[in-house]
């Protein structure tokens, strides 16, 4: 049964950092792209960023490049988010998500006070 389990989310402010980390279980990690999403109660889920199954490639969305990276640690079965210089827009529920198939995690709250 795939598992996922996001972490590390909280309060910060703005252009402050933070990490988030997805755990995941019951697939083979190593062969499947990640993606992040985020979603304002009220508002459509977006696409934040993809990586790669093998961490070689990723892709953002515009609205966070240069500021938000994506990594994984397919020793760990994890995946990163790392948030820098925050903005109060960035506040959301941010989930992962095995690229192939509708799994998702349960999320975590960021928010990003001005």
């Known amino acids: 049964q795939v598992h996922l389990v996001e972490s590390g989310g909280g309060l910060v402010q703005a252009g402050g950092s933070l990490r988030l980390s997805c755990v995941a279980s019951?697939?083979?990690?190593?062969?499947?792209?990640m993606s992040w999403y985020r979603q304002v109660p009220g508002k459509e889920r977006e696409w934040v960023a993809w990586i790669m199954n093998t961490g070689s490639l990723t892709n953002y969305a515009d609205s966070v490049k240069g500021r938000l990276t994506v990594s994984r640690d397919n020793t760990k079965n994890t995946v990163f988010l790392q948030m820098d210089n925050l903005r109060p827009d960035d506040t959301a529920i941010y989930y992962c998500?095995?690229?192939?198939?509708?799994?998702w995690g349960q999320g975590a709250q960021v928010t990003v006070s001005s």
């Open positions: 019951g697939f083979d990690f190593s062969r499947y792209g």
């Open positions: 998500k095995r690229t192939d198939g509708d799994f």
